[in-house]
């Protein structure tokens, strides 16, 4: 027996996203979710049957960088959309994928409806600290103190009010099946992250209910640093505020290896 | 003897964001500053021998454009 060496292809570009160049600033974490999910839906050999629906802000053009069937709602409804889609083709997989100002803000009434009435979907939260599209304007994911260009003095907390943690208030509904935060900083978190999203997706096929993973992000543009200085920024100062966790993980999940 | 490896970088996505060049283990990573993309970034490019192809660069990039490769010894029947 001899042996040889062949070349063997240990990553590459997920099927599930197409060919176009995505408009993202550079190092902004929005390409590492889009790419996580792609790879999970390459996994479960689900591409020709899931539809996603792109919300408003920095991920509205999400439509032309996934290869699958693709909505676009209107500011902050994409979960009332996936609700009507999943509802009317329930042999579908359909997820939303939404930034901080979408789903926390403007979107806040339809999440947390969506979650009570434990609809069979997945959400994924992007969760920057601030309003990237618009320019960098306080979000309600904002920390205390966090300087944006409508807090030009640092989010106080006495006047501005306190961020949101969107994971634990609705880990709280019982139609949620599956509610965690993951990071994107680093590529242990970013691996865990992979998980979560495979498991959110396992929950709707297997029809636990509302599955959503939020995701800590950067917008290193807005935050007004490089993108390295911004990984460590989110690690220093988003992840105290913003635990990493489970907060609610349905039983016949609990078995499941992924 | 560690696995040999080698990337290939998609110049066309990639933004010289510099996410895969703090990560590498090997710190076999660099922008390449004698080159740009079509969109005007500096490409991130192999600077040395020691790649393992552990794929850590891949997993850290946003835009997707690294292919990780490594050399794999296969038996061949004599």
Known sequence: MDTTLSAQIVYQRPQSLTEATMHYCPGCTHGIAHRLIAEVM??????????????VGCSVFAYNYFDCDFVEAAH?????????????????????????????????????????????????????AIYGMTSGQMAPTTLPGQK???????RDVETMGYPLRMAELLSNLDGAGYVVRRSLHDPKNIRMAKKAIRLAFETQLRGLGFSMV?????????????????LKWLEEHMIPYYP?????????????KV | MPAKGWIEVNEKYCKGCELCVSECPQHVLALDMARLTPKGYHPVALIGDGCTGCGICAIMCPEAALTVFREVPQKVPA
């Open chain 1, 214 to 230: 939020e995701l800590l992000s950067t917008c290193s543009t807005n935050w007004g640093l490089s993108p390295l200085e911004s």
């Open chain 1, 76 to 128: 902050g409804r994409a979960p009332a959309m996936a609700t009507g889609i999943k509802r009317l083709l329930p042999d579908r997989v359909v997820f939303t994928y939404q930034g901080d100002g979408d789903l926390a803000s403007i979107g806040m009434g339809e999440i947390v409806h969506a979650a009570g009435r434990g609809e069979n979907i997945s959400v994924f939260f992007i969760n920057n």
């Open chain 1, 42 to 55: 390459d996994e479960l050999g689900i591409r020709e049957r899931t539809i996603g629906v792109a919300p």
């Open chain 1, 244 to 256: 990493i966790g489970d907060f609610k993980v349905a039983e016949p999940l609990k078995e499941l």
């Open chain 1, 148 to 154: 944006t260009t409508s807090s030009p003095q640092g």
